[in-house]
Structure formats: C-alpha cells, structure tokens
Nanobody, 134 residues
Framework: QVQLVESGGGLVQPGGSLRLSCTAP????????ISWYRQAPGKEREGVSC????????????YVVDSLKGRFSISRDYSKNLVYLQMNSLKSDDTAVYYC???????????????????????WGQGTQVTVSS
C-alpha cells in the first residue's frame, strides 16, 4: 500500500511561519496530484491546496483555496520526492491537523470540489499537528 508521511508541524506564535513536508517512502510521487487538507478540533476536514503531477509540462499546475491564498503556498521538489506547504502569517484559526493525500491521479480536483474529492483519495498521511498560540 502507498504510504504518505507528513512532517514539519509544531507550536508557533501568531504571525509566524511553518513549512510542512509530504513524502512517500519507496514510492515516486512525480506523476501524481498531491492535496493538502486540514481538520481543526470539532470541525470538518477542509481542503487547503493541491499540486498536479508532472505528466507533461502543462500539467504542472497548483492552487491554494481562496480563503488561504496569499498566506499559504504549495511547491514540489521532484528530485527529493517532496511536496511542501508553506504557511505564513499564521493565525489561531489555522490550528489543525494537516494531512496530505493522493488519489493516484495526475490531475487535481478543482478547488470547489476538494470536499467531494476526499472520498476518492487512495492514501492519506498520518497528519501533522499545527498549533498557533501565544
């Protein structure tokens, strides 16, 4: 079974930054879309971001949902098999467990269908805790 592993979470003060990482031991993520979701205590899991796989140069697209655009960004280091979620200007409302996931497709779901797309994900990471607090 494909395994995804997140890292980089922790405790940060409001206004601070964190960079989360997602990788897959013994599995090449290059051709697959990778999504980031988060779930705060007592709330539903919500979509954050997605980066498409490299089937062709034109397929290398990525996005961050509108509510987080400008503070969060997604990037990939294909040589290291890593997908990053950079989080800046963090707020207390960003406190959540952050997950990466893949449905083993090359293309991202559109941003408005990220919630629906959760059900089609083949593999989820174990999650990494992000706590924003003074």
């Amino acid at each position: 079974q494909v395994q995804l592993v997140e890292s980089g979470g922790g405790l940060v003060q409001p206004g601070g930054s964190l960079r989360l990482s997602c990788t897959a031991p013994e599995f090449n993520l290059e051709y697959y879309a990778i999504s980031w979701y988060r779930q705060a205590p007592g709330k539903e899991r919500e979509g954050v971001s997605c980066s498409g796989g490299s089937v062709s140069p034109g397929d290398g697209i990525a996005y961050v949902v509108d509510s987080l655009k400008g503070r969060f960004s997604i990037s990939r280091d294909y040589s290291k098999n890593l997908v990053y979620l950079q989080m800046n200007s963090l707020k207390s409302d960003d406190t959540a467990v952050y997950y990466c996931a893949t449905d083993l497709d090359h293309a991202c779901h559109p941003p408005n269908l990220m919630s629906t797309g959760m059900g089609s994900m083949h593999t989820w990471g174990q999650g990494t805790q992000v706590t924003v607090s003074s």
